[in-house]
């Protein structure tokens, strides 16, 4: 298949591009700066040079594709803003193409808010971050458009052995020991490795029905304390000092987004395993890191 794929320089796209590559499929890339174009050309991509802050100055420039994932993320304030103004301009594009293409949208874990003890599932209702309200018209607008096949994946909190939601912890860890968590050790927050998302991506854009919804959580709920002391062990090291940080002091220093990680919840996954054959590699709290 031809595929577009915006975020391929990111921590979760230059996995799905790996799995793209390798698979066969011939993929186009969006490059902000000619070193993002340099790296999607090193890992075999196309790249068309383009900011996802003003999309009509690319979206002409697209060949025709059969599928898109978007798996970019804008984390700044006018977020919302941005993906509105991306659709505006990618949809009529894609809509021109001679065959609909099939569009992978990127949800959330964070759109369903603290689930408490219950693992949310695809038909669970929402309850956002008032700072990622938007993303569920945007998510819907996808799925309802005319102009492509859409679906969608809510990622878990997404890692690696090399960082991901963890980086933060690494760093600090191989600083001074210590870990500050944001809210308290006892917030649980679902997970899945960089490479499983990437095969679940892959499968839903090359299996999944138009108009499906799959949440991509490998583990259902693991504790931010317990995910300190399992990065501690990964990395050689002992009992990690953990402090916790407020989460208002958190979302003035990094933005309001941030307090999505002091939201308690449990995401399943049982979805794309039944109708996808997903499998996860790393799929429990035993196999965290598996052989990274």
């Not at 096949?149 to 600090?172: I, K, L, Q, R």
């Not at 899945?192 to 490998?218: C, F, T, W």
């Not at 990094?254 to 919840?265: M, V």
């Amino acid at each position: 298949m031809d595929v577009f794929l915006l975020g391929g320089t990111g921590f979760i796209g230059r996995h799905i591009l790996q799995r793209l590559v390798e698979g066969g499929h011939d993929v186009i890339g969006l490059a902000r700066s000619q070193a993002s174009a340099e790296r999607l050309k090193s890992a075999g991509a196309t790249p068309l040079l383009g900011d996802l802050r003003t999309p009509r100055e690319w979206a002409g420039k697209l060949p025709p594709v059969d599928a898109v994932i978007h798996a970019a993320a804008d984390f700044g304030d006018d977020m919302g803003e941005v993906e509105t103004t991306l659709l505006d301009a990618l949809l009529p594009v894609l809509g021109a193409m001679p065959n609909r293409p099939r569009f992978v949208y990127t949800g959330g874990c964070w759109l369903f808010g603290a689930t408490g003890e219950r693992a949310a599932t695809e038909d669970s209702p929402f309850d956002p971050l008032p700072a990622f309200g938007w993303m569920i018209e945007n998510m819907n607008r996808v799925l309802l458009a005319p102009e492509v096949e859409g679906t969608v994946v809510h990622p878990a909190m997404v890692y690696s052995g090399e960082g991901g939601v963890f980086s933060s912890y690494m760093d600090a860890l191989r600083k001074d020991g210590t870990v500050d968590v944001i809210g308290s050790t006892d917030v649980v927050w679902p997970l899945v490795h960089a490479e499983d998302l990437a095969d679940l991506y892959i499968r839903v854009m090359e299996k999944a029905r138009p108009g499906s919804i799959y949440n991509g959580s490998a583990i259902e709920g693991m504790s931010v304390g317990d995910i300190a002391s399992a990065v501690a062990q990964h990395l050689g090291m002992g009992q990690p000092a953990v402090r916790a940080t407020a989460v208002d002091e958190a979302a003035e220093r990094l933005g309001e987004w941030a307090r999505g990680y002091a939201i308690s919840q449990r995401l399943g996954g049982d979805k794309a395993r039944a109708e996808l054959g997903w499998k996860p590699r790393h799929g429990s709290v035993a196999e965290l890191f598996g052989s990274d």
